[in-house]
């Protein structure tokens, strides 16, 4: 009876070890060209690479993920982080379609409609829709090999100056870095837009290559620019998607299918993760750079309407330069407008027409 017993408990023991050892492992490489302290990336960290692994655990604990992290530019550069992700130098990534004007020029949209909604919320559930669910949108990430799986975006813009903007003539000659399509804001204005993005605008900034950056709260923290640019001026130019969480689309395909779910779920969970953060870290912010010294001002409503006013209409003229193309961006800057006025957000232009 003794050696009977002992022999069920060895199957057991070996059953048990044979289920253990089942467990597959695989290798992801998760990065950026940006540092953890800027937020969509500390969020890829703290929230997304876990809740991938809590997902994974919980649903059967059958696969798990062995992640390399590289932040901080240690494997790619600022503007390539869709070609890193669509190469396969890294599995995820940051995906800013901001810098990306020609190979995703309708994931841009937003930053061509300035001045349409704060409302972050908002902004994510309008251009995620899109993304998955226009296919026009959808084929920008998909034909350049990129899997998107959650979106990224930012409290509104405003401006950061080493001297105050009191009014829409004080922008008038100003050198102000604004990244990529966001240089569009500042025409009509008198101001001269630098390119660049976070990793640039401190320096450039110190040495006089700029006075400034259009910018937001949490962005502009990450970095420490308000050490040297101690002026807020609070325009309220909008909410942007910035791009989102990509994953090489060749690497995405060849995971089981437990995988794909569980990386789709997390990305999905990080944007809203994403927006909670940010409305935490804005107060945070604002208390950060009063408390050292900024100050921080809004502009006027007539000051700026004249902002809006001046500018020629950023936004047809993109989609006309992508009809030209063969991109019909009308269609989408249509439904993308009249999904916001119907959302009960009041434009201070409607940009389609």
Known sequence: MKLRLSGIAAIGLLSFSMSASAQQTINLTIASSHPTTFPPVGMMQNFFKPEVDRLLKEGGNKYQIRWKEAYGGTLYKLTDTMEAVRDGITDIGYVGTLWEADTMPLSNLTFFTPFSTDDMTMQATLMDKLVRENAAVRKEWEGNN???????????????????????ADLNGRRINAPGSAARWLQGTGAVAVDGGFPTYYTNIQTGVTEGAVSYFTG??????????????????????????????????????????????????????????????????????????????????????????????????????????????????ANYMDALRASGQKPARNWDQ
């Open 146 to 168: 990129v899997k998107y799986l959650g979106p990224i975006v930012t409290e509104s813009y405003d401006l950061w100056t080493t001297k105050p903007v009191g009014s829409f």
């Open 220 to 333: 502009i923290q990450s970095v420490r620019v308000y050490e040297v640019a101690k002026h807020v001026t609070e325009v309220g130019i909008g909410s942007m998607f910035l791009g989102g969480v990509g994953m090489s689309l060749d690497r995405f395909n060849k995971l089981p299918k437990e995988v794909q779910e569980a990386l789709s779920a997390a990305g999905k969970a990080y944007g809203d993760k994403l927006i909670e953060e940010n409305k935490k870290r804005n107060a945070e912010a604002r208390k950060l750079m009063t408390d050292d010294g900024s100050t921080i001002v809004k502009m006027a409503p007539e000051e700026r309407q004249k902002w809006v006013d001046a500018m020629p209409n950023i936004a047809k003229e993109w989609a006309a330069d992508l009809k030209a193309k063969g991109i019909d961006a009308d269609k989408v800057l």
